[in-house]
């Protein structure tokens, strides 16, 4: 048996490296067409686009790699069956199970990998390209970390123009509302210093809207009554998918302390951490195609329905994502629908095929 799972563990890497080489190279050349609409913006120049390509390949491979390894052990286990070996496998006394179990083992060396690359190198890279591209298109020569920052607390809301380093904020309006949704107080600041790890405002104007009149006031200093983390607000700018899986998880802390909608970053949490669960399910999805339906078919045909399946699965996933926004449906079960059907698919068809 050792000597067939080697076959078979050789046969489903090579064909699945094959098929991520594909699509990564198409990928990569779409996102080199798009890249060469900021050609000549500013300072991006055709090296930055030449450097900035590359770096998104670790993310890509890893988001594409459920469709690569079910494209890629379909190729593998139909390239056996073409040549009769998975016939003579059968034959020899070897079951669909045991040859299933091989594709798992398989599939959980390339998911570890994968994973290492994906959820390491991955979100590196990408935020550094586009940190390049941002200093590359950006024409202002006065750098502030942030911009336009709100906050949420309870029934205050505070606006922050610019946050000029990890201490420094300016331009502060908060406004305080009553419970009937009235507006009750704003105030303005200049600035802001973090001082013992507390934000201290200078140079206050208080606005009080009475019954009656208004009445203003003004404060040399006063402390800043709302939770504002700048390394971790700098973090929440960054797209989801660029984050760690460790750095999404503050986020959505630091999203929810601050009163911020956190729904769609839970559901990439969530998606992020099925993903291994994910590529197993369709890389074993491949063993009862190959023993069903598919056991004569072309390679040709082979490749068409993976494709279709593969497709159909990737657009399943991205669909769950607006519809937690839009229809508020619960995140963790928006980010496992989609492996949980293609895993009964999956059971379905290989107790079929037994």
Not at 67 to 75: D, R, T
Not at 109 to 119: H, L, Q, S
Not at 287 to 303: D, E, H, K
Request: hydrophobic share 50%; with cysteine.
């Amino acid at each position: 048996m050792k000597i067939l799972d080697r076959l078979i563990r050789r046969t489903i890497i090579l064909s699945t490296l094959s098929v991520n080489a594909v699509i990564i190279a198409l990928q990569s050349f779409l996102s080199l067409v798009q890249q060469f609409n900021f050609l000549g913006q500013h300072g991006y120049s055709l090296w930055n686009i030449l450097a900035f390509v590359p770096m998104q390949i670790p993310a890509q491979f890893y988001q594409l790699f459920p469709m690569a390894g079910f494209l890629g052990a379909l190729i593998g286990l139909g390239r056996l069956s073409m040549t009769s070996e998975l016939i003579i496998m059968r034959a020899s006394g070897v079951s669909i199970m045991q040859i299933a179990w091989s594709v798992t083992k398989t599939a959980l060396v390339m998911i570890i990998v994968v994973t290492a690359i994906g959820e390491g190198i991955g979100p590196l890279c990408q935020q550094k390209s586009a940190q390049m591209q941002q200093a590359a298109l950006s024409s202002s020569t006065h750098a502030s970390l942030l911009k336009s920052v709100w906050l949420h607390q309870g029934n205050s809301f505070t606006h922050i123009g610019a946050l000029k380093d990890h201490d420094t904020m300016i331009d502060i309006t908060r406004y305080r509302f009553t419970r009937n949704d009235r507006l009750d107080q704003a105030t303005s600041a200049v600035s802001g210093r973090l001082m013992d790890h507390r934000w201290t405002l200078s140079h206050l104007k208080q606005t009080i809207f009475l019954k009656n009149h208004i009445a203003i006031v003004t404060q040399q200093h006063a402390a800043l009554h709302a939770t504002f983390q700048p390394v971790l607000q700098m973090q929440m700018a960054v797209a989801s998918a660029e984050q760690t899986i460790i750095a999404l998880y503050q986020t959505i802390q630091y999203r929810h302390s601050i009163g911020l909608s956190v729904n769609q970053y839970i559901f990439s949490f969530w998606q992020r951490m099925m993903q291994p669960i994910t590529s197993l399910v369709m890389i074993c999805l491949a063993v009862p195609f190959v023993f069903g339906s598919l056991r004569s078919a072309s390679m040709g045909l082979r490749i068409l329905l993976g494709v279709l399946i593969g497709f159909s699965f990737y657009m399943l996933n991205q669909l769950f994502g607006p519809i937690t926004l839009v229809y508020q449906f619960p995140p963790f079960l928006a980010a496992i629908i989609p492996t949980a059907l293609f895993f009964l698919i999956a059971l379905v068809l290989l107790m079929r095929a037994r």
